[in-house]
C-alpha cells in the first residue's frame, strides 16, 4: 500500500518515514525542497519524493492519486507570531481539498492536546486544523501530544539548555503549569499502528506519558537524571514578552518560537484517558526513561532529526536552491588556498566543522560574535549541529545553513543565518591538484552593508587564515 508522509523533512517526519518502511509501505514523500531531502540507499525503492507546498495548489499536482493512507505533520508555529494560524488554515484546506481527490482511505493528524477553555493561539490553531481535515471524505484519526521528549526535539533541548547551563534559574511563574509528556518513541508507535486500524477511523485521541508534571518539575527531575544540582526560583511578575526573551537568551530556540511557547506554556496539557495504548499494545515511558533514553540516543551518534535543522529554526524560507548560486557581481570576497598532502583528512576536518568542534581558530571570537547575534536578535551559535560526524544539505550548523554537502566532489557551502547587512556565504573545496581552498562572499546591502566589510576586515584576516592552516594540517 502506498501512503503519503506530509513534514517529511521535519522532526516527526524524519522517525516514522523508517518505521513505515518496515513496515512494507511504499511511502511518498512530500516536502518543499527535495534538496533538503536525503534518502538512505536502502529505501531508494520504497520511497519516492515529492515537491509539494501547501500554500500553493498548483503544486498540489505533484501528489500521486494512488495513496492509501496519509499523514498530516505540518504546521506553522514558528514561522510567524502573528499570521501562522492563517497560514495553517490555508494549508489544511488545500491538503483536504487535493487528498479528496485521491484514493485515499485513511488520514491521519498529529495534533496538539487543547482539553482547556481558555487555549493559546497555538492550540486554538490545532483545534482548527483538526476541524478542517475532519470534514474530509475519508476515515480521518486526530492523535493530539503535549510535550515530545526525545532526542533533538525542541522541548528535550530546551529543557536541557536550562539544566545544563543556569545552577539557579529565577524564572516565569509559567513553570508551574501542568502538562504530560510523552517520548518520542511512543509517539511514532501511537501514529504508525493507527494507520489502517479500523478502531481508530473518524474518532480523537490524547496521548501523553504516565506522569503529569510542572515544567519546574521537569527540570529539576531532569537535572537529577544528569547528577546536577540546580533550583529554580519562581517569580510572579515576569510578563510573556519578557518570559520569551528569557526563554531566547538561555535556551537555543528562536526568538519566533519562544513567543509561541512561552504562550502555550501557560496552559495545562493534560490528556483525556482512552484506551488507544491499550488497543495498540503500546508501552508508555516515563519521564525519566524517556530521558535515559534519548541521551543515549545522542551518545551513540543516532539522532535521526533534530528540531535545529527546522528551517523555522533560521532566517531563511524553505528553499536552499536559491542559495546554491554564489553571486560574483557587487561582491566582497576572500579567497585563501592551500596545499594540502592528505585530503582525505582535510575533507573529515571540514566534515566536522562547528558544534562541539569549534571553527579551528579563535573559538572565542565566534562565541563572542555568535553573542553579539543573539543580543540582535539572531540565531547564535547555540544551534550547534545534530551530528558531530554526518551532514547534509538544510542542516543548521550554528549560525551557518548547510546548502550544500557533496563529499564526492569535496565541496560544502555554507549559507549565514546571523544578522547581516546583506548575504554571506562561506564555502570550502578541495580541488584534484590536493588544493584546499576557502572563499567568503559577501553581497552587502546598502552603505552599511559595505561598512561592516570594512570594520570585519581585520578579524577576518586572521580569522579565516587560521582556519585555514589548522584544517589543512594533517
Known amino acids: 500500500m502506498r501512503v503519503l508522509l506530509t513534514g517529511a523533512n521535519g522532526y516527526i517526519g524524519k522517525r516514522l518515514l523508517p518505521v513505515l518502511v518496515n513496515m512494507g509501505y511504499e511511502v511518498v514523500c512530500c516536502v518543499r525542497d527535495r534538496n533538503r531531502f536525503q534518502i538512505d540507499e536502502e529505501y531508494l525503492e520504497t520511497v519516492k519524493v515529492i515537491e509539494a507546498d501547501f500554500l500553493k495548489t498548483h503544486t498540489l499536482e505533484n501528489i500521486p492519486n494512488d495513496i492509501d493512507g496519509a499523514f498530516y505533520l505540518i504546521h506553522s508555529m514558528s514561522v510567524d507570531t502573528r499570521n501562522f494560524d492563517e497560514l495553517e488554515s490555508v494549508s489544511a484546506f488545500n491538503f483536504r481539498e487535493r487528498i479528496e481527490k485521491t484514493e485515499v482511505r485513511h488520514v491521519i493528524y498529529l495534533g496538539g492536546i487543547g482539553n482547556e477553555a481558555d487555549l493559546s493561539k497555538h492550540l486554538r490553531s490545532r483545534k482548527m486544523v483538526e476541524n478542517i481535515l475532519k470534514k474530509g471524505k475519508f476515515a480521518f484519526t486526530a492523535i493530539n501530544a503535549g510535550i515530545i521528549l526525545g532526542s533533538g526535539s525542541a522541548s528535550f533541548e530546551i529543557i536541557r539548555d536550562l539544566v545544563e547551563k543556569l545552577p539557579v534559574m529565577i524564572a516565569p511563574k509559567w513553570l508551574l503549569t501542568k502538562s504530560q509528556p510523552i517520548a518520542v518513541r511512543n ?179 565566534w562565541r563572542l560574535r555568535g553573542f553579539l547575534d543573539k543580543l540582535m536578535g539572531g540565531v547564535g551559535l547555540r544551534r550547534g549541529r545534530t551530528n558531530p560526524d554526518t551532514i547534509n544539505a538544510g542542516d543548521a550548523l550554528d549560525f551557518w545553513r548547510v546548502i550544500l554537502a557533496d563529499r564526492n566532489k569535496k565541496r560544502m557551502l555554507l549559507f549565514a543565518e546571523m544578522k547581516l547587512p546583506g548575504e554571506a556565504w562561506l564555502e570550502f573545496k578541495i580541488d584534484n591538484k590536493n588544493y584546499l581552498y576557502q572563499t567568503a562572499t559577501f553581497r552587502p546591502r546598502g552603505i552599511m552593508g559595505r561598512i561592516y566589510w570594512l570594520i570585519m576586515l581585520p578579524f577576518h584576516f586572521f580569522i579565516f587564515n587560521g582556519m585555514i592552516n589548522n584544517m589543512a594540517k594533517n
Open 187 to 365: 509517539v511514532i508507535q501511537f501514529l504508525s499502528r493507527s494507520l489502517f486500524n479500523k478502531y481508530t477511523f473518524n474518532k480523537q485521541f490524547d496521548i501523553g506519558g504516565p506522569d503529569i508534571l510542572t515544567y519546574k518539575d521537569m527540570i529539576l527531575k531532569f537535572a537529577k537524571i544528569r547528577n546536577l544540582r540546580r533550583s529554580v526560583i519562581i517569580i510572579p511578575l515576569m510578563t510573556p514578552r519578557l518570559s520569551s526573551y528569557w526563554l531566547y537568551f538561555v535556551t537555543s530556540t528562536s526568538y519566533k518560537l519562544a513567543v509561541n511557547l512561552v504562550d502555550s506554556m501557560k496552559v495545562p496539557v493534560i490528556s483525556k484517558e482512552n484506551d488507544l495504548a491499550k488497543v495498540l499494545e503500546i508501552d508508555l515511558l516515563d519521564f525519566d526513561a524517556a530521558i535515559r533514553y534519548a541521551f543515549m540516543r545522542i551518545e551513540q551518534n543516532i539522532v535521526i532529526s533534530s528540531w535545529i535543522d527546522s528551517m523555522v529554526s533560521g532566517v531563511m524560507d524553505a528553499s536552499i536552491s536559491k542559495h546554491i548560486q554564489v553571486p560574483k557581481y557587487g561582491c566582497f570576497t576572500d579567497l585563501k588556498k592551500r596545499s594540502i598532502s592528505d585530503p582525505e583528512r582535510v575533507l573529515q576536518n571540514i566534515w566536522s566543522i562547528g558544534g562541539n568542534t569549534g571553527w579551528y581558530y579563535a573559538n572565542w571570537l
